[in-house]
């Protein structure tokens, strides 16, 4: 095999299929990116076995040909070398030398016949949305995902699609986040839960413009996510997903609305007092037209009151103050509206719409 690719143009391939190479693993291959020049394109390709990114670069092939080389090495290497013309070339022993102006490398790649590729999916039933709604979806829901296996459903999201409407769910045990997309057509309807790791590296990888669409394919076992030259190809978590609706009560007893940039700020100020680690619950007491935001911790103590307009009864409750940021940073409105019940049930953040559903369950803490 022997191409031709600008460092540019290789490096930016790189970078993309790397987000699906293993960090550990007992297969060598897979620890390689594969570079596939057998066609009339240069296709880079990784796989760890759950979650797989195929890229196409421009380039000149000189000489077809196919070889997977080590991941690591090979991506160092293309990052250090000078912005000009890369040529690859490789023996029918695998050895490889990579020459850029006046540098050149030998490495001993493996057999491009023995990596393992992209499972084929049927790309039938799909749905398209642009790069940057799906970039913010995942933003705005991927922090309440579970980050421990105890439950493989919470590591994933729900993507939901009815009609013309797509939601993603996430959730931890603690906390819930629901966020709704009107689509530009309308689809069959379907449920799938996409592992939290493809969509945080997918997020990475997308250009979040507006104007460039996704296509996302569903099989039974997987879900193909095409756009620009890239595909990425997830396994889905299997499962039947938690009942969400069970969840989300529409009854409360206290309605406040509130800045929302002013609510954030305070809250972030209170946890400087707080260090990592430590349990510390920001205490909320709503009384008439004031809410009083405290914090009490080893380093000392913090209130501070804001204007809000409510409607029902008083209330003193208590809340883990990551939870409340987390939410409130990806909000885009001006103003909140806060929905409570008491200090045991969990307090919702949502648009008058329900575009957006933040669910988080109260702490119990000592009111002295």
């Known amino acids: 095999m022997k191409i031709i690719c600008s460092k540019s143009k290789l490096l930016h391939g790189v970078n993309i299929v790397s987000k699906a190479v293993p960090s550990r693993t007992t297969m060598a291959i897979l620890e390689c990116i594969l570079i596939d020049a057998s066609t009339n394109e240069i296709k880079l390709t990784a796989n760890d076995m759950e979650l797989g990114i195929e890229t196409k670069i421009e380039g000149e092939i000189i000489e077809k040909g196919i070889i997977a080389l080590d991941a ?3 991506s160092e290497i293309v990052r250090k070398l000078p912005d000009n013309d890369v040529v690859i070339e490789t023996d029918s022993n695998f050895k490889t030398v990579i020459t850029c102006e006046k540098a050149k490398f030998n490495i001993v790649g493996k057999s491009g016949e023995d990596f393992s590729y992209l499972p084929y999916i049927e790309k039938s039933d799909f749905i398209t949305i642009s790069q940057f709604t799906l970039k913010e979806v995942i933003r705005q829901t991927i922090f309440s995902i579970a980050d421990n296996d105890t439950n493989k459903l ?11 409407e797509l939601k993603v769910v ?21 449920k799938v839960v996409v592992p939290g790791k493809t ?39 299997e499962g039947e997903y938690f009942k969400i609706a069970q969840m ?13 940039k002013e609510l954030l700020s305070c809250i972030d100020r209170a946890t400087l007092l707080v260090k990592e680690g430590d349990k510390k619950p920001i205490i909320i007491n709503i009384n008439d037209e004031i809410m009083e935001l405290k914090i009490n911790s080893f380093v000392g103590s913090m209130n501070e009151d804001i204007d809000i307009s409510k409607e029902g009864k008083d209330i003193l409750i208590g ?9 409130l940073r990806v909000i885009e409105d001006e103003e909140v509206t806060i929905y409570l019940v008491n200090p ?3 307090c919702f953040i949502k648009d008058e719409n329900e575009k957006y559903i933040y669910l988080i369950l109260p702490v119990n803490f000592n009111a002295s």
Do not use: C, Q
Not at 154 to 164: A, H, P, R, S, V
Not at 170 to 190: C, F, M, T, V
Not at 202 to 225: A, P, Q, R, Y
Not at 254 to 260: E, G, H, L
């Open 319 to 327: 809340f883990n103050p990551k939870f409340l940021i987390d939410a």
């Open 199 to 237: 969509l945080n590296e997918i997020s990475k990888i997308l250009s979040g413009e507006v104007d460039e669409e996704v296509k996302m394919f569903f099989t039974k076992n997987h879900i193909v996510f095409e756009f620009d030259n890239t595909m990425v190809v997830s396994r889905l978590i």
């Open 344 to 346: 045991k049930a969990p």
């Open 248 to 260: 989300l009560s529409s009854d409360y007893e206290t309605k406040i609305k509130v800045n929302k």
């Open 72 to 74: 690591k090495i090979f």
């Open 154 to 164: 919470m590591t994933g999201e729900l993507f939901e699609i009815n009609d013309n």
């Open 170 to 190: 996430s959730l931890d045990g603690h906390r819930i986040s629901i966020r709704k997309i009107e689509l530009k057509e309308s689809y069959d309807s379907k």
